[in-house]
């Protein structure tokens, strides 16, 4: 669904807000990242300086665990960190986010092309 994820919510007609999703939907962290992975790989073989990801977060789309699993709107969003509500995380204290697989899979491949010492 990832192209098309934006496509897999309930929106207030009113206003927009995103509700909830609109059925029941798997997250595939380990998928995301294994797709950075290997377009990290085949830009590297290409001679690729740099890349982009295409989202880093998604505000309006929260991860919400424990309830229904409709209402946790991270799981149609691209981004790279689940957006936390009401709460900070515990990878970066301070901050309303904590990392997804992709995210430390683009930090890996990066981190492996540094010089070392």
């Known amino acids: ?5 934006m496509e897999i919510v309930e929106y207030d007609p009113g206003t927009g807000v995103p ?15 294994a797709y950075f992975r290997e377009l990290l790989e085949i830009f590297d073989s290409e001679g690729v300086d740099s890349t ?5 977060a998604l505000d309006d789309f929260p991860h919400r665990p424990g309830g229904d699993p409709r209402d946790d709107l991270d799981l149609a969003s691209p981004g790279i960190v689940k957006v936390l509500e009401g709460r900070t995380g515990d990878t970066y204290p301070g901050l ?9 899979a683009i930090a890996d491949h990066y981190a492996r092309r540094l010089p070392a010492g």
């Open 1 to 5: 669904m990832a192209p098309r994820s």
């Open 96 to 104: 309303p986010w904590e990392p997804k697989a992709a995210f430390a």
């Open 19 to 33: 509700l909830r999703l609109d059925g029941h939907y798997e997250r595939d962290e380990a998928g995301q990242a």
């Open 52 to 56: 982009f990801a295409y989202l880093f």
